[in-house]
């Protein structure tokens, strides 16, 4: 069974830096994708970045020179170090991970298998 927990959201304000951990068991495969992924309030979950297949990183725009995601396949962890933030950046964040997506499927969130818990960042002004 696989499962994903994300850590390290709080309440931080607009400039300062925090890193989200996303921890997966039951996964078989250091070759799984696994995306980060936001969602604020009344708005849909956007795409975040991936590590597409433990091969290549992907950045939304919006995050791309702020945000760095990195993974420590001994731990079967993922991080997402965010730098500068800003108050659109508040969200609850989602870490997915998904063995068969292909590299066009990778910012769209209903195509992926697994999901975690969430965590909140919320960046004050």
């Known amino acids: 069974q696989v499962q994903l927990v994300e850590s390290g959201g709080g309440l931080v304000q607009a400039g300062e830096s925090l890193r989200l951990s996303c921890a997966a068991s039951g996964l078989t495969s250091n070759m799984v994708t696994m995306g980060w992924f936001r969602q604020a309030p009344g708005k849909e979950r956007e795409f975040v970045g991936v590590?597409?297949?433990?091969?290549?990183?992907y950045y939304a725009d919006s995050v791309k020179g702020r945000f760095t995601i990195s993974r420590d396949n001994a731990k079967s962890t993922v991080y997402l170090q965010m730098n500068d933030l800003r108050p659109e950046d508040t969200a609850v964040y989602y870490c997915?991970?998904?063995?068969?997506?292909?590299?066009?499927?990778?910012?769209?969130?209903?195509?992926?298998?697994?999901w975690g818990q969430g965590t909140l960042v919320a960046v004050s002004s």
């Open positions: 590590s597409w297949r433990g091969s290549r990183i």
């Open positions: 997915a991970a998904d063995s068969n997506l292909i590299l066009s499927s990778m910012r769209t969130p209903r195509l992926y298998n697994y």
